[in-house]
């Protein structure tokens, strides 16, 4: 039984047990010369007993509550079992969730470490960039403050042509020579360098940087509209009059009168791609302009195409000078090879000869010579005269036609 039953249950009969005893004590000290007749006794039994009665009634009506209570207790405790069993169940089943969690939690805090670190490391960059740029702004100010200069702007476009000319493999004062005196009909000239070509051929280049209105106007935007555009506009068209300026003179000068073989152009080199395609662009027809006056504009990627060019024509040229020497030593090698031959058949005749003489030597000896020292043998026999051999091994025959053809001439010729 369960230890709360029992407990109610002793307390209801300690209280039912210890009702009928004090009745019991009350009505035992009641004086015997009580006069209250038997039937209020009987009536107080009778009491006694329906209150004993209701007691048992209440008592079994408070069993009945404890039985349910108990009831609902281990209901509960059921529940709470069953509870738990599936909150263990969940648990277990969300262990493998909760582990995916860890790990992305963790996997959030390094991408966040990560992030920080490249935050950092991208602002130390940007700064770094800033400072670039700024440097970079710097330099481009001071370049073109010093390209304003005439003499700058000469020197760094005769820099860029000996680079172009040496990424083209031109070798100076073999290919081309630098600030050569010219002397033409227009007079005395200096071209910044003559290239030589194959067959003596010869070409004048010219660098010129028409720089001014170019430089203003690349600080107006392409995109500009209205008055800054209209002032680009103007300031194009005066960067196209100095490359036409500068084709007019080129063109006056004619160079090519005063070189060796030379074709009728000269070649205006203008050290920047941009300032090419810029006058292209404001002017489209300053190339036909430019071709009509024998002058070649020429960017540093077309002159680097031309003189690659004139290295490959050498190289032929070289090649082509080789062969040609190779060609007259195989003739005098096998000139000198057939005149060989004959010395060495004029070699072989004589050791023929001197053969033929060492056996006529030997047989001359054996025949004539000793058979006299073997009748002197005869008075002293401690000596024995050996038999000389003669030679039989015959001498080759010249068999390679080349060879029995020179023979035959040199023969012939006799």
């Not at 599936?86 to 991408?111: F, H, I, N, Y």
């Not at 040496?166 to 010219?182: N, Y």
């Not at 070649?267 to 036909?288: G, K, Q």
């Amino acid at each position: 039984m369960d230890p709360i039953l029992a407990l109610v249950l002793g307390l209801l009969i300690g209280v039912a047990l210890g009702g009928a005893m004090g009745w019991m004590f009350r009505a035992s000290r009641i004086p015997a010369a009580d006069p209250r007749p038997l039937a209020e006794l009987q009536a107080r039994s009778a009491a006694a007993e329906a209150t004993n009665v209701g007691l048992r009634e209440q008592l079994e009506l408070q069993l009945g509550r404890i039985t349910e209570f108990q009831q609902r207790i281990r209901e509960l405790s059921e529940a709470e079992a069953e509870r738990v069993s599936s909150d263990g169940r969940v648990l277990v089943a969300l262990s493998p969730v909760a582990e995916s969690l860890r790990l992305v939690q963790r996997k959030v805090s390094e991408l966040e470490e990560q992030r920080q670190k490249q935050h950092g490391e991208l602002s130390e960059q940007l700064r770094h960039a800033t400072e670039s740029e700024e440097r970079l702004r710097s330099t481009a100010e001071s370049l073109a403050s010093a390209l304003r200069s005439n003499s700058t702007r000469g020197v760094w476009g005769e820099t860029q042509l000996r680079r172009v000319v040496e990424a083209a493999g031109l070798i100076e004062r073999v290919d081309f020579d630098v600030q050569t005196s010219i002397v033409s009909a227009s007079g005395a000239g200096r071209p910044d360098m003559v290239v030589h070509l194959p067959g003596g051929k010869n070409i004048a280049v010219d660098a010129k940087v028409p720089f001014d209105a170019y430089l203003e106007a690349s600080l107006i935007p392409a995109t500009a509209t209205g008055a800054d555009g209209a002032e680009r506009d103007r300031l194009l068209k005066r960067h196209v009059k100095a490359v036409r300026d500068h084709i007019i003179t080129l063109s006056n000068k004619s160079y090519w009168s005063g070189l060796d073989a030379s074709p009728e152009l000269v070649i205006a080199f203008i050290p920047s791609e941009s300032l090419v395609s810029s006058a292209l662009e404001a002017d489209p027809s300053i190339m036909e302009f430019a071709f009509s006056r024998k002058v070649a504009l020429a960017s540093p990627v077309t002159l680097w195409s031309v003189l690659k060019t004139v290295a490959y024509s050498w190289q032929q040229d070289v090649l082509t000078h080789d062969a040609k020497v190779l060609f007259d030593l195989s003739r005098e090698l096998y000139t000198r090879l057939a005149t060989t031959a004959t010395h060495a058949e004029k070699l072989g005749r004589s050791i023929e000869r001197s053969v033929r003489d060492y056996n006529s030597f030997v047989g001359s000896l054996e025949r004539q010579v000793f058979p006299t020292a073997r009748k002197l043998n005869a008075l002293d026999e401690s000596t024995v005269l050996g038999v000389l051999p003669t030679i039989e091994e015959q001498r080759r025959q010249l068999s390679s036609f080349e060879l029995v053809a020179e023979l035959e001439r040199s023969e012939a010729r006799a």
